[in-house]
């Protein structure tokens, strides 16, 4: 299992990925992909909102189940990835890459600090 | 929790397993849209062994079917064998089931869900008031699904049985794969064609048991090899079985739907010779109508839906609830069923999924799907 280093991660499987000090990428981790399966839709109706850590910002659903996807930090939602309107699939073969979900600006980059190393998160899942 | 002759090979596999009706089951093994596809397009096996199997015997056990059962078993002749289900005292669905007729007149088997093993059990023994011989075989009994265009091409070399030709909701009993006793029918959940396989296998001490299920299953796989036949686990039996508008027990049919709601007119018989239970307030909804329908409807805009969102007019009034729904891997669209008001079930009509609070346009369409 991959669980690049660069990135922060949630005990709810989501990862940030920081940009510069304001903006960062969000999405699941290969582990959450691999439990959901194939990922058939990533809806997310929050774009523009502002939200707390924690908040729900959208779903994932994949054949069989839906799940809420739940912001890292908070911030505001600026936009989502595109690319997984037509390829939703995506997030099952690149789920740190191609496979992000939203672009977000962090109102408190201090916030990261909540949230878990790629160790302490491999250490969760496995 | 229960396990199948096959459980282990699943893990052994790599499954995703789950606990399904009690059960240890594979959900999938390579992923769902994956396994639809080679079922669809060449063949794949089902681990089916959890579902339950009763044997009716004796001279009053096509009497017996006839009262429990609305479609019309008498119907039925040696190798034949029906849809049909069980009605409770309100006309609602105690389960859907298949009727095996083995010899006419004197044997019969009874297919059932595997979550309702004991509430049909029961339901026969309570209803059992002439010495019919019952025999719950459901725990000594393994049952693959073989299915997918390729399927029966693949099983042939396996057994003299001319499975090729077993026409649709026929079977033959015979020797596949080394197994006696084997009941080779030409069912399944899948709308892709093939056979279901039934063979004594027993979780019992009798070591002979488990070898009939290893014996089979490495026998279909070695003759499945170069085709490529894969396992398939229950969230494609599920996305196969949406897209040919089949119901299944618990989510599109239950205790509270009755069969003409449920889309089942055509198993339901009222006139044949013996009543079946609350006939009488299955006619008279025939002779009033019917409130509310089982459709299939299509989504336009995005958004999968699921069972229980609730169905509503572009008014926002509910008119319905959805009882399944998937993105459909073979379409690619989300596709789905649900009980709607008769007024506004009609073909085209549009209506609304709530999901998630926001209503996402649908229309209802012909099943099936596919």
């Given at each position: 299992?991959n669980?690049?280093?660069e990135?922060?991660?949630?005990k709810?499987?989501?990862?940030i990925?920081i940009i ?9 981790t290969n582990?959450?992909?691999g439990?959901?399966?194939?990922i058939?839709f ?5 774009v523009?909102k502002?939200?707390n850590?924690e908040?729900?910002?959208g779903?994932v659903?994949?054949v069989?189940?839906v ?19 037509n ?10 890459g ?7 600006e ?12 790629a160790?302490?998160?491999?250490q969760?899942?496995? | ?12 596999l790599?499954?995703?397993m ?5 059960y ?11 396994e ?6 060449n ?5 089916v062994?959890?579902?339950g199997?009763?044997?009716?015997k004796?001279?009053n056990?096509l009497?017996?079917?006839q009262r ?23 006309g ?10 083995i ?18 059990w ?7 008031s ?22 029966t091409?693949i099983?042939?070399?396996?057994t ?9 909701y026929?079977f033959?009993?015979?020797t596949f794969?080394g197994?006696?006793?084997?009941l080779?029918?030409?069912t399944?959940?899948?709308g892709?064609?093939g056979?279901?396989?039934y063979?004594?296998a ?7 048991k488990?070898?009939?299920?290893d014996k ?8 499945g090899r170069a085709?490529?036949?894969?396992p398939?686990?229950l969230?494609?039996?599920d996305?196969?079985?949406l897209e040919?508008?089949?119901c299944l027990?618990g ?12 889309g ?11 009543a079946?239970t609350?006939k009488?307030?299955i006619?008279?909804?025939k ?25 509503k007019?572009a ?5 319905g ?11 690619g ?30 229309k ?7």
């Open positions: 299992m669980f690049p280093a990135l922060k991660y949630t709810d499987h989501e990862w990925k510069d000090d304001k903006t960062a990428l969000i999405g699941i582990y959450a992909q439990e959901l399966g194939d058939v990533v809806d997310v109706p929050t523009g502002t939200l850590a908040d729900v910002f779903t659903e994949a069989k189940t799940s809420d996807l739940f912001l890292p930090v908070e911030g505001k939602i600026l936009e989502v990835n595109s690319a997984l309107g390829n939703p699939e995506l997030v099952n073969s690149d789920p740190y191609e496979g992000w979900m939203v672009k977000i962090m109102n408190n980059a201090a916030d990261l600090d909540n949230l878990l190393s160790e302490a998160y491999e969760l899942v496995s | 929790m229960k396990h199948t002759p096959f459980t282990q090979k699943h893990i052994a790599g499954a995703k789950a606990e399904f009706a009690g240890n089951m594979p959900i999938s093994y390579t992923g769902i849209n994956d639809h596809a080679a079922v669809r397009n063949a794949g096996v089902f681990d062994s959890h579902m199997e009763f044997i009716l004796g001279e056990a009497d017996l079917i429990i059962t609305t479609n019309d078993a008498s119907k039925l002749t040696n190798g034949k064998a029906q849809y049909s289900c069980f009605t409770n005292n309100k609602g669905i105690v389960d859907d089931l298949l009727v095996y007729c010899e006419e007149n004197k044997v019969y088997m009874l297919v059932v869900n595997a979550g309702n093993i004991a509430k049909d029961n339901w026969v023994v309570q209803h059992n002439n010495n019919v011989e019952l025999h719950n075989i459901s725990d000594k009994t393994g049952l693959l699904a073989i299915q997918g265009p390729n399927a091409k099983l042939q070399p396996l003299d049985i001319d499975i090729l030709n077993l026409k649709y026929t033959v009993k015979g794969a197994v006696e006793n084997v080779i029918s030409a399944g959940y899948t892709a064609g056979v279901e396989i063979f004594p027993s979780s019992s001490d009798r070591e002979d488990e070898d009939n299920a089979i299953w490495n026998a279909i796989f070695e003759a085709e490529n036949i894969k398939i686990g969230g494609a039996r996305t196969l079985r040919m508008g089949f027990y989510n599109d049919i239950d205790d509270t739907t009755s069969p003409l709601e449920a089942l007119g055509w198993i339901t018989k009222l006139n044949k010779p013996t079946f609350a009488e307030i006619e008279k909804q002779a009033e109508g019917i409130k509310r329908k089982l459709v299939g409807f299509e989504m336009i805009d995005r958004g999968i839906p699921r069972h229980d969102y609730a169905i007019d008014e926002g009034n509910t008119i609830k959805v009882t399944s729904g998937t993105q459909s891997p073979s379409l669209k989300a596709i789905g069923m649900g009980y709607v008001a008769v007024d506004n079930a009609g073909l085209d009509n549009e209506i609304f999924i709530d999901i998630r609070g926001r209503l996402i346009k649908a209802i369409v012909k099943m099936p799907f596919a």
